[in-house]
């Protein structure tokens, strides 16, 4: 491989963006696992993609978040649903990382750096934090047909559990995407479809992802980041 000075400074800001979140590069790379190719979720799901890479790009940061694989009915699938189905029931009340539990190597084969798992299961959403590839397993619930408005509070739910796979935490008070708890009365009726980001939250983007300054201050602490 041809190195070209390009090449290496951007290697040079990878490293430095990476002290937040072991393995975090520019390019954030989602696998997207659906019990059926055609569920609706899917187009939920690339909406908040879409919304977060609007989002970091007018923020002026580099960081990108790219589906790389879109997975039906991986035959994995029951173990990373009954895995989704313990960190959903019990998140709050066991340790993360290697103290935790331990994902199945039916979800660590998939690799990237997030998986996004559309469950078969009305689970409470989250995103949990891993050791390696993937670093986040990011699990959604099923669609509430019944319900008003519901794709637009389940598109705002995939994109409050991808802001937790940048390092954001929660807001406590307000409707905001980040709000925890949050009342999904309040995306229903957010303008333009999206709950807003908060001042805080977006200084925290650019602590975690913002580029090197010319006098050589990397990114800033690591912020570890919270399941829902
Ligand atoms: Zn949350």
Redesign the pocket.
């Known amino acids: 491989m041809r190195i070209t000075r390009g090449a290496v400074v951007l290697l040079l800001v990878t490293l430095s963006t990476a002290v937040p979140a072991a393995g975090q590069g520019l390019e954030r790379r989602l696998v997207v696992v659906v019990p059926e190719a055609d569920d609706p979720r899917v187009e939920h799901a690339r909406a908040a993609i879409a919304f977060w890479n609007r989002t970091l790009a007018d923020l002026d940061l580099d960081v990108r978040m790219r589906e790389v694989a879109l997975i039906a009915g991986p035959p994995g699938m029951r173990a990373i649903e009954t895995f989704a189905r313990f960190v959903s029931q019990r998140g709050g009340r066991i340790p993360k990382g290697r103290d935790g539990p331990q994902p199945p190597p039916e979800l660590t084969a998939l690799g990237g750096d997030v998986v996004v798992l559309l469950s078969r299961q009305p689970l409470l959403p989250f995103?949990w934090p891993l050791i390696g590839s993937p670093d986040h397993l990011v699990a959604i619930r099923t669609a509430r047909p019944g319900r008003p408005r519901d794709d637009t509070v389940l598109r705002n739910v995939i994109a409050?559990?991808l802001g937790?796979t940048l390092g954001l935490r929660?807001n406590r008070g307000g409707a905001s995407l980040?709000c925890?708890p949050c009342s999904s009365l309040a995306a229903r009726e957010s303008p333009g479809g999206w709950l807003p980001l908060t001042e805080r939250d977006r200084v925290l983007l650019r602590t975690l992802h913002g580029k090197v300054e010319t006098h050589g201050q990397p990114g800033g602490a690591g912020v570890e980041a919270?399941?829902?």
């Open positions: 995103a409050h559990e937790h929660h980040m925890g919270v399941p829902d």
